[in-house]
């Protein structure tokens, strides 16, 4: 009952403690840990939207100067001068020489036949007035294609310029190098996990990407989500993880530039972090809670040992209390029946004085007087006992003072009771410290409080045990224990054991007066008797006497 | 027993008075008072060998009072102390102030008596130690002698 006491209150500190802690600590990891998350995912995406802005401008950069260069081409020349392929040759080396990028160069009529031709495919004669772009090219001036399969039946795309030459117009288109394009387009490719590529309004792919999907195939990015110059989007990408997708728009808005990164990788330097300030809230959690655990522990422990110090010097007080209050009042209860008790015995003396007289002797009751008187005697007697014991210890109210050696009459003591254990089977043990030093006392009384204890001890074993005297010195006291392996005294007979006529022995068997002299006699030397008995183990008397050197004669 | 003389002292009046007649029908010389003032003024009239002092007397004069007033008036006169338990210190006090023992109540008649006789005895030879001194002193100094039947007319 007392111990879940304190363990509940144990419980209650430990929680509360822990609850305190853990609150604040928690809240800031996870603060902590949102902010950072946060910043971080700006930066990376403001970094994804840079890269993909700096990369849809180098792209755009490089499609306008093989636009400006094949206008340029065009402008300084004249048609006829191009139709001739000698010609034209040279000036495909040329700008390959200085621009690079180019398959082919090829100069179309004003009726989409292609004239004049230079380049790995045989394409010269063949007529674009069908296709979509010439007319664009004829009436825009320049064109950049998407790209397509065309006549060669190999994906590419295309720039033509168109060239007003008086009344003739007539267009020069060359042809880019898909893998040069693609390969500037790849190059914003970042880690594992990084693609860069280009897919034109329609979503589908204008670059071959790095990961799934095909130049010319459909890509499953929307690119209606994609609005303004550069944005970035956030989406499951195709290995079914979260993936960063940053676009840009160029070549007027034809085509989009796509920058993807799985968040993953991206958020690995986060996770680190993560997984540090965990690291650290669990080492923490761990911290705390063992030191709580361990200081309410403590805290609790000293908090027991201290109350039941107090509850053993309460009990010990009011013990010592009672039993002063006690012997006051037997002592003057004494008092007051001592004397009519002396009156008594007065009287029956010399009513048995007269009954010598002969006229008595005659009597035919003679014999029942005497006998009354005698009874009468008898039980004044047997009265006047009770009080002598009661104040038995009262006798010698100054002890006499000799020199007292307590294992010798400890000795002297289990000598008398000797034969009275060994009848009962019990076995008296001591262990007695040597060189203990002779006390000032009165031997006589300290070996009636052992006495009574150690034939207390017999007593209580009833057959078959031990009793254990132990002596030892203890600072300026000399403790004796008396310890026996009988049934222990219960709880509620504890604090009246010392009383007076307190007795669990058969009635005439005791008279509940032994400890209460014993106590009288230790207390009157400066000394204490407490008792620890715990029941069904057995119950230890100590007695500690201050050490009072004798004064040298 | 040799005759000798004894007085009682105790307030309670039926232990007195049986112990008295007890002890006179034992052929003893006995005086029996009531409180320790009563004591005192019987023994300004006459010598007593012993004297049985109950120790505790409420109401009047307080019996370690009446022992040093009665010392005082026959210092030879051996003091047997009566006492309960609660005044077992007071009767030590009491033969610090010369009494010659204590006694418990409730006594028997005989430990009482046999006290007595031992106060006797003990009075007997103080009083011949000093008979032998007076003698001693009479040889050394013969003129005293009228001194001393002084003294003895005084005192008896």
């Excluded at chain 1, 849809?56 to 006829?80: G, P, W």
């Amino acid at each position: 009952m007392k111990t879940s006491l304190y363990q509940a209150l144990q419980r209650k500190i430990i929680v509360i403690t822990l609850i305190v802690s853990f609150a604040p600590l928690i809240i800031l990891g996870a603060t902590i840990y949102r902010l950072s998350a946060q910043m971080y995912r700006t930066k990376v995406e403001e970094q994804i939207e840079y890269r993909a802005k700096a990369q849809a401008e180098a792209v755009d950069l490089f499609l306008k100067e093989r636009t400006a260069i094949l206008a340029a081409m065009a402008d300084t020349h004249v048609y006829r001068e191009l139709v001739d392929e000698k010609n034209l040759s040279h000036l495909f080396q040329v700008m390959n020489l200085r621009a690079g990028a180019f398959v082919d160069l090829g100069v179309i009529n004003n009726a989409g036949q292609h004239v004049a031709y230079v380049g790995p495919y045989d394409l010269k004669g063949l007529n674009y007035y069908q296709q979509p772009w010439f007319g664009e090219v004829m009436s825009k001036g320049t064109y950049i294609s998407d790209v397509y399969v065309g006549f060669r039946l190999i994906p590419h795309f295309i720039i033509a310029v168109r060239r007003q030459e008086g009344d003739n117009s007539w267009i020069l288109r060359a042809t880019i190098d898909p893998d040069i394009f693609g390969a500037i387009v790849r190059s914003a490719q970042v880690g594992k996990t990084g693609d860069a590529f280009i897919i034109n309004a329609e979503g589908v792919y204008q670059t071959r990407p790095r990961f799934e999907g095909q130049i010319l195939s459909p890509s499953p990015l929307d690119p209606s989500l994609f609005g303004g110059r550069t944005t970035v989007l956030e989406r499951v990408g195709s290995q079914g993880r979260k993936t960063y997708y940053a676009g840009s728009w160029l070549k007027s808005d034809k085509w989009l530039l796509v920058i993807s990164q799985e968040m993953a990788e991206e958020m690995s330097g986060l996770l680190a972090t993560r997984t540090v300030v965990v690291f650290l809230i669990i080492l923490g959690v761990i911290g705390i809670v063992l030191t709580t655990v361990f200081t309410t522990r403590l805290a609790v422990h000293r908090l027991k040992e201290a109350d039941e110090k107090m509850n053993a010097l309460n009990v010990q007080l009011m013990q010592s209390d009672k039993l002063a209050a006690i012997g006051k009042m037997a002592t003057g209860v004494a008092h007051e029946i001592n004397n009519p008790l002396a009156v008594i015995l007065q009287r029956t003396g010399w009513m048995q004085d007269l009954l010598q007289k002969e006229e008595f002797q005659k009597s035919e009751n003679f014999a029942e007087f005497q006998t009354s008187i005698r009874k009468i005697e008898e039980h004044v007697e047997r009265a006047r006992k009770v009080v002598h014991n009661m104040l038995g210890y009262a006798r010698k109210m100054e002890p006499r003072l000799e020199d007292v050696d307590v294992n010798a009459t400890v000795n002297q003591t289990i000598d008398i009771l000797e034969n009275y254990a060994r009848i009962n089977n019990i076995d008296i043990q001591t262990d007695l410290a040597p060189e203990l030093p002779i006390i000032a006392g009165d031997q006589a009384q300290l070996q009636q409080v052992f006495l009574n204890l150690i034939s207390n001890a017999i007593d209580a074993i009833d057959k078959e045990g031990a009793v254990a005297v132990k002596s030892v010195r203890s600072g300026g006291e000399i403790h004796v224990a008396v310890t026996d392996t009988g049934p222990g005294i219960p709880a509620e007979h504890q604090s009246k054991v010392f009383d007076p006529f307190f007795t669990t022995k058969q009635s005439g068997k005791g008279t509940g007066l032994g400890l209460w002299i014993s106590y009288n006699i230790v207390e009157k030397m400066g000394g204490t008797i407490t008792l620890n008995s715990q029941p069904g183990k057995g119950t230890t008397f100590t007695v500690k006497i201050p050490i009072v050197v004798p004064q040298k004669k | 027993m040799e005759e000798f003389r004894t007085l009682i002292v105790d307030d309670e009046t039926e232990f007195r008075e049986t112990l008295v007649s007890r002890l006179q029908k034992r052929n003893l010389d006995v005086t029996g008072a009531a409180s320790g003032e009563e004591a005192l003024k019987i023994m300004k009239s006459k010598l007593f060998d012993v004297v049985i002092l109950d120790i505790r007397m409420p109401g009047g004069m307080d019996g370690l009072e009446t022992l040093k007033e009665m010392k005082k008036i026959q210092p030879l006169a051996e003091v047997l102390l009566l006492t309960g338990h609660a005044s077992v210190e007071s009767s030590i006090e009491g033969m610090k102030l010369g009494a010659f023992d204590y006694l418990l109540k409730p006594i028997n008649l005989e430990d009482l008596m046999t006290k007595m006789a031992q106060a006797f005895e003990k009075k007997n030879a103080h009083d011949q130690k000093i008979r032998k001194a007076r003698i001693k002193e009479l040889l050394r100094f013969p003129g005293r002698v009228l001194e001393f039947d002084k003294e003895d007319e005084k005192k008896s």
